[in-house]
């Protein structure tokens, strides 16, 4: 996620088209209005378009306005959104479902700055930051004959890919206090609302396919039924029903206690070293691993030097399987996986791509 504040703040420092991808509820307008608060736009008008979410035939009223007698129905003059953007920023979202006949409108006030209100005899000039977001494969829509190729060009200058919440595992302590902080304020609640560790370690344990949006709803859920000064497992019953056999006191690793940082991760560096060793001269002489830290003593977490020929095996066999070790021992959290293993993300990333390796499920390959 450091990378995407990075490029966010980046992208803040000038007036460039952003095209924001990523999955549903991963917060793409959340990390938009951010680009427009630390730019030179900000306290201007932020205004945001789902553009799949407005029927076909109004899309076009809706972005650039209409004159009154402008077509049936209507009866006044209506200002779009790019006029109420004037000066600010048009967060266009799901702009992968915006119609081709509006997308010919949108490229040329991407152009030239100006647009044309239906009904208009005359083109407006507008002066509008312009971010987009999808979850779609926009490549693959100009393939399908989906979405313009000359506007897919001027629109991805700067694209910002953001990852799902599952692959950035060590936000979700921090997310979650905010949300019930701000809920709690939003409840009315005569205190504030800490969150337990067991709890956190469920809410981290859990792969969110319905990302950041459905853990603040969760937490919603939790603050608005609970009734001491703490939110407990036992707050969360619909995650923990989708997590059948979890213990919460069986994964300490899993949360995130800023009193506790160093201390945690210190330990779960020992245990992973631990479990990790590596086995020389005879493949059939491994050690135990160690008991009682959520190892298992099978030997599918022990790496093995040799292979059946009693040769070293080779290096890049080992480095893969101590990747799919890692990948699934810290449970797909990228950033813990390569500061333990002492890479960057990036190189993670690469060496996951070299190998095949599908970071959600370690234990088989990638599609």
Same mark, same amino acid.
């Given at each position: 996620?450091?990378?995407?504040? *990075? ?25 938009? /209005? ?14 945001t ?69 239906v ?13 987009s ?15 313009? $190729?000359?506007?897919?060009? /001027? ?5 910002? !890919? ?7 595992? $060590? ?14 304020? $939003? ?16 809410? !981290?344990? &859990? *792969? ?37 056999? &979890? ?9 995130? *206690?800023?009193?506790q ?14 479990g990790? /060793? ?8 491994t ?9 298992? !003593?099978g ?6 030097? !040799? ?11 080992? $480095? ?9 021992? &810290? ?37």
């Amino acid at each position: 996620m450091m990378r995407v504040i *990075d490029l966010a703040h980046r992208a803040a420092q000038s007036n460039i088209p952003v095209v924001l991808e990523g999955e549903s509820g991963v917060g793409k307008e959340l990390v938009a /209005r951010a680009i427009q608060a630390a730019s030179d736009r900000a306290g201007k008008p932020f205004v945001t378009v789902n553009c799949g979410a407005i029927p076909h035939n109004l899309v076009e009223s809706i972005l650039f306005g209409h004159e009154k007698g402008a077509f049936t129905g209507a009866a006044e003059r209506h200002v779009g959104k790019f006029m109420e953007a004037d000066g600010g920023t048009l967060f266009l979202d799901e702009i992968g479902d915006l119609p081709l006949e509006v997308q010919v409108k949108l490229l040329r006030a991407v152009q030239q700055g100006e647009i044309e209100t239906v009904g208009a005899r005359v083109a407006q000039k507008v002066n509008v930051r312009l971010i987009s977001a999808t979850n779609k494969d926009l490549i693959e829509e100009v393939k399908a004959g989906r979405f313009r $190729e000359d506007l897919y060009y /001027r629109l991805n200058v700067f694209p910002i !890919t953001m990852p799902a919440l599952r692959r950035r595992k $060590e936000d979700i302590p921090h997310l979650a206090r905010a949300f019930a902080d701000r809920f709690a304020i $939003e409840q009315k609640l005569d205190h504030p609302l800490a969150i337990s560790n067991s709890a956190l370690a469920l809410l !981290t344990a &859990y *792969d969110w396919p319905g990302n950041i949006r459905q853990l603040e709803n969760a937490v919603f859920r939790a603050v608005v039924l609970s009734e001491g000064s703490e939110l407990l497992d036992t707050d969360f019953p619909q995650i923990a029903a989708q997590l059948p056999g &979890y213990f919460a006191n069986e994964h300490p690793t899993l949360v995130v *206690d800023n009193s506790q940082t160093h201390a945690s991760e210190a330990a779960a560096g020992e245990r992973m070293e631990r479990g990790m /060793r590596v086995v020389s001269s005879d493949a059939t002489a491994t050690s135990p691993l160690p008991v009682g830290d959520g190892l298992s !003593t099978g030997s599918d977490n022990v790496i093995v030097s !040799t292979n059946t020929s009693g040769d070293v095996r080779k290096l890049a066999d080992v $480095e893969e399987e101590l990747i799919r070790f890692a990948l699934k021992f &810290y449970r797909g959290q990228m950033s813990q996986v390569a500061r333990k293993l002492g890479i960057g993300r990036s190189t993670l990333y690469r060496k996951l791509k070299d190998y095949g390796i599908d970071p959600d499920d370690p234990q088989k390959s990638a599609a």
